[in-house]
C-alpha cells in the first residue's frame, strides 16, 4: 500500500521559515516526479514546487519562487520544501503528491500525480 506522509506544518510567524518533510512508504520516489500543493479552505488545490524523476529539473509557482527550494534525498526515499520568508498567504494545507510517469518537466496539474498525502498545516501569523 503505498502511503506518502507529509511532516514539518505547523505555526510561524510572518518572516520565519518551515522545512517540510514528505516520506513515502509502499513507493519509491526514485524516478518519479514529487510536488508539493497547497489548498485554503474552499478554493483550489495549486501547485506550490516540484521536481523531475531525475532531480535535474524543478519549478515553483511564483508566489513562492525566490523563497522555497525542494530537494529529494534518494537515500531516505523522501522530498524536502524550504520555506523562508513565509507570509500569511502562505498559510495553508500543504499537500506531497507523486506522479509514477517518467517526465522531463514537472507537472503543475493536480491531475498529473497518482499519489498524495493527507496534508500538514502550514499557519503564518502576522
Known amino acids: 500500500q503505498v502511503k506518502l506522509v507529509e511532516s514539518g506544518g505547523g505555526l510561524v510567524q510572518a518572516g520565519g521559515s518551515l522545512r517540510l518533510s514528505c516520506a513515502a512508504s509502499g513507493l519509491s520516489f526514485s524516478g518519479k516526479a514529487v510536488a508539493w500543493f497547497r489548498q485554503v479552505s474552499g478554493k483550489e488545490r495549486e501547485f506550490v514546487a516540484g521536481i523531475n524523476w531525475s532531480g535535474s529539473n524543478t519549478d515553483y509557482a511564483d508566489s513562492v519562487k525566490g523563497r522555497a527550494a525542494i530537494s529529494r534525498d534518494s537515500a531516505k526515499n523522501t522530498v524536502t520544501l524550504q520555506m523562508n520568508s513565509l507570509k500569511p498567504a502562505d498559510t495553508a494545507v500543504y499537500y506531497c503528491?507523486?506522479?509514477?510517469?517518467?517526465?522531463?518537466?514537472?507537472?503543475?496539474?493536480?491531475?498529473?500525480?497518482?499519489?498524495w498525502g493527507q496534508g500538514t498545516q502550514v499557519t503564518v501569523s502576522s
Open positions: 503528491a507523486a506522479d509514477r510517469s517518467v517526465r522531463s518537466k514537472v507537472p503543475v496539474v493536480r491531475g498529473s500525480y497518482d499519489y
